[in-house]
């Protein structure tokens, strides 16, 4: 069975900082890995994905994604948080073999100015 | 492009009454999911539809129902509706199987 893991349930960071949500994952064979943010009382937005090729991910609003197979992680990361990326951050996982995505708990990210 | 379509937004509905769900997605999209998102169990995978056929279905009760169109529009359906029911009901539609899923703004269910 899927499952994903965001150990932390809120993460603060201040603006200019670089920022860090974590996210491991666990599925049978290889992995398609995304990252959504939701804000208040609005659907999730596609960041970025995994599928294949470079372990590092690049996707919107600068935010990248590094893929680490043999620690079965996807860690979202952005260089300098900006107050605007306050929000619900969740990491997602569907089997290459399934069609549903399994979703972590989500993890709040508040960047202070 | 236009974006993946929830109506109606807002509901609020009472216990026992049943009620339906619309989702359009991106035109030439034709998988289309269903999550429920509630504050203790997060978010959950109701069910799944390609080319009108249902092709997974996540662990809910037979009152949790939908269909999909031949113009891919979706829609679901809860019976017999009860407080715990009452959720945000995210609608997704995506291209192909290795694409990403793009999701709707979502119908935020009541029932009192």
């Known amino acids: 069975a899927q499952s994903v893991a965001q150990p932390e349930d809120q993460v603060n960071v201040a603006e200019g900082n670089p920022l860090t949500v974590k996210c491991t994952y666990s599925?049978?064979?290889?992995?398609?890995l995304f990252w959504y943010v939701q804000y208040p009382n609005r659907g999730l937005q596609f960041l970025l994905k995994y599928i294949t090729g470079d372990n590092l991910v690049k996707g919107s609003y600068g935010f990248e994604a590094e893929f680490n197979k043999s620690q079965t992680s996807f860690h979202l990361k952005k260089p300098s948080a900006l107050v605007s990326d306050s929000a619900l951050y969740f990491c997602a996982v569907r089997g290459r073999d399934g069609n549903k995505l399994v979703f972590g708990a989500g993890t709040i990210l508040r960047v202070k100015s | 492009k236009a974006g993946v379509t929830q109506t109606p937004r807002y509901l609020i509905k009472t216990r026992g009454q049943q009620v339906t769900l619309s989702c359009s997605p991106i035109s030439g999209h034709r998988s289309v999911s269903w999550y429920q998102q509630t504050p203790g169990q997060g978010l959950q995978f109701l069910f799944e539809y390609f080319s009108e056929t249902q092709r997974n279905k996540g662990n809910f009760p037979g009152r949790f129902s939908g269909r999909q169109f031949s113009n891919s529009r979706s829609e679901m359906n809860v019976s017999t509706l009860e407080l715990g029911d009452s959720a945000l009901y995210l609608c997704a539609s995506r291209r192909g199987d290795n694409t990403e899923a793009f999701f709707g703004q979502g119908t935020r269910l009541t029932v009192v």
């Open positions: 599925v049978s064979g290889n992995p398609y």
